[in-house]
């Protein structure tokens, strides 16, 4: 028999597109001797929030999963896919998220997720109700067991589960595990993913097939990488990450392609997963264009071409806006850089503005505005006129801060930050340096000057400024931010690294914890930040959630 595995891009309450989207992988197969496997909450998209509490959201995915469930009428192919039902206990709360199975016209099969994770991005306890059901079922010749992603991590994580889905599998002898996932990608899950399921399959004895979806949702980055271990714990099958692909692995040849694991690099995964982010947040939020502020930074510049990577240059517009403190090579800069990436570049100067605001706050306040003051008012002006081109020709402005910068507040509100999303606001700095070497070194040619990338960084805000002026030698901070903000979930070889950085720098605690403090007084403005792409293990938004109103120090 074969399982036949739909890696698909679905998108959160698109519930006639997600059903299309399984339609059409059903049709290829429908007549075989198969299942079709389908990913967690295929028919919602993952993860649907607060429209879960909109009975007219449930209703129209019922109806679409009836459409499904009449598909296989007649057909010999079934289907597994994760749903959410309705919860008819008396107690808890009024939904599941489950998995279940369609064959010959009707809803055969029925489980309801065990484990709902309630830490860093996830909050599936708000909604639903954890099950009780057994996650075994016989099906096709076949003793069959299932598992709902978390379902598989009782103890992976730094918390204990009270159940274990996974021991109560291993008590039965089982010909197949199936498990159904919307697992997102950061930098490392990919090999943790296999690290859990290979262990899964040697400790029950079975295969396991191991279904995620792809695309990105809002700040959430789904790399897919499906794939399937035997009964041994070996990879026999790995599918493509970040991209949709419909496969199959036949049951009966199972151990006769054993393999090594593959990962992406660094960088790569970086690349790809900002890419897919970005694309798929412009295209699900009903975009086709967009506008980037060029600087002649490294910031704008790797943003440019993240931008024209994942949507096309004849899509992407860059203004370069250049004030009194703006230097030559700057403007040189992006102009070289837009040619580079044959987008089409404007240019607005801010001078005259710049002045008309000073004068403006001389009349109204009886003072001459400060150095702080005079730089924001030039980070406005630009965020202004960013916002003006996107109302006028519908291009979301995409904002270019990095994790570093927005970490300890290094950024104007409603300025630089203006922006739809933040494809860089997970990356800390020395990671943006990596990524735009990384272009050139896959494109064979100098996409990004090294004219940017080598420049000393500068808000270029006022004269003779740069960035060292206001914060640490960008290695040492990314080393202090990452253990600050990430240290509870990196490995001991990362934290050593960060360490050891921190002592070749002979930086003291009192300046250590400075940086601490900068990084809690700038929580109100993150607060008011787009949404960031997710890359790392903790990232700001959804995966770090931290009062404004707080006066604690570490």
């Known amino acids: 028999m074969k399982v036949v595995m739909a890696q698909l891009n679905f998108t959160v309450g698109g519930i006639q597109g997600n059903l299309n989207k399984i339609l059409k992988a059903y049709e290829t197969v429908a007549h075989e001797n198969s299942i079709l496997v389908c990913s967690e909450l295929a028919l919602t998209g993952y993860y649907p929030q607060d429209l879960l509490v909109k009975s007219s959201f449930i209703e129209s995915q019922n109806r679409a999963l009836q459409t499904l469930i009449q598909a296989t009428e ?104 199936i498990s159904i996932n919307a697992s997102p ?4 899950k990919m090999r943790q993913r296999f690290s859990v399921i290979k262990k899964i399959s040697k400790k029950c004895n079975a295969p396991v097939v191991y279904v995620n979806q792809v695309g990105g949702n809002d700040e959430l980055i789904f790399d897919g990488a499906s794939f399937v271990t035997n009964q041994k714990g070996l990879l026999v099958k790995q599918m493509q990450s970040f991209v949709e692909q419909v496969s199959y692995i036949d049951l009966t040849k199972i151990n006769e392609d054993e393999r090594e694991f593959s990962e992406i690099n660094h960088r790569e995964l970086i690349l790809q997963q900002t890419v897919l982010g970005i694309r798929d947040y412009v295209n699900k939020c009903g975009f086709q264009k967009v506008v980037v502020g060029s600087s002649g930074g490294i910031d704008s510049a790797v943003t440019l ?119 860089l606001g997970d990356l ?17 040619k100098e996409i990004i000057p090294l004219s940017i990338i080598e420049k000393e960084p500068s808000a270029e805000l006022s004269e003779d400024q740069k960035d060292s002026d ?33 002592e070749h720098y002979d930086i003291s605690d009192k300046e250590i914890s400075i940086i601490h403090n900068m990084v809690n007084k700038a929580e109100f403005k993150r607060r008011q930040a787009p949404p960031i792409i997710r890359v790392q293990q903790r990232s700001f938004g959804m995966g770090r959630r931290l009062p404004v109103a707080a006066v604690y120090s570490d």
């Open 74 to 177: 007649n057909k010999s192919c079934s289907i597994v896919l994760g749903v959410v039902c309705r919860n008819y206990s008396e107690n808890g709360k009024p939904l599941h998220n489950a998995l279940v199975i369609l064959s010959r016209g009707q809803k055969i099969f029925e489980y309801h997720k065990r484990l709902l994770p309630t830490y860093n991005i996830f909050d599936e306890a708000r909604h639903f109700e954890a099950g009780t059901n057994k996650a075994v079922f016989e099906h096709q010749n076949m003793k069959l067991g299932f598992l709902i992603c978390e379902d598989a991590w009782s103890r992976t994580n730094n918390f204990k589960y009270v159940s274990d889905p996974v021991e109560e599998l291993k008590q039965e002898p089982l010909d197949l595990i």
């Open 185 to 188: 990608s950061n930098l490392g």
């Open 305 to 423: 071409a993240i931008c024209c990577e994942a949507l096309g240059a004849d899509n992407v517009t860059a203004i370069t806006m250049p004030s009194y403190f703006s230097s030559k090579g700057s403007v040189d800069d992006s102009v070289k850089l837009c040619d580079n990436l044959g987008i089409k570049l404007l240019k607005a100067s801010i001078a005259e503005e710049f002045d008309i605001a000073i004068k403006r706050f001389e009349t109204m306040s009886g003072e001459h505005p400060s150095r702080l003051t005079q730089e924001n008012i030039q980070a406005r002006i630009r965020g202004r006129i960013l916002m003006e081109f996107s109302n006028h020709f519908g291009a979301l402005v995409i904002s270019t801060g990095n994790k570093s910068e927005m970490s300890v507040g290094y950024a104007t509100l409603y300025g630089d930050m203006n922006g739809g999303i933040n494809p």
């Open 428 to 444: 800390y700095k020395m990671e943006v340096y990596e990524l735009a070497k990384h272009f050139n070194q896959k494109a064979e």
């Open 470 to 502: 206001a914060l640490p030698e960008y290695p040492l901070l990314d080393a202090i931010l990452k253990l600050y903000i990430e240290g509870d979930l990196l490995n001991k070889t990362e934290i050593d690294g960060c360490k050891k950085l921190i």
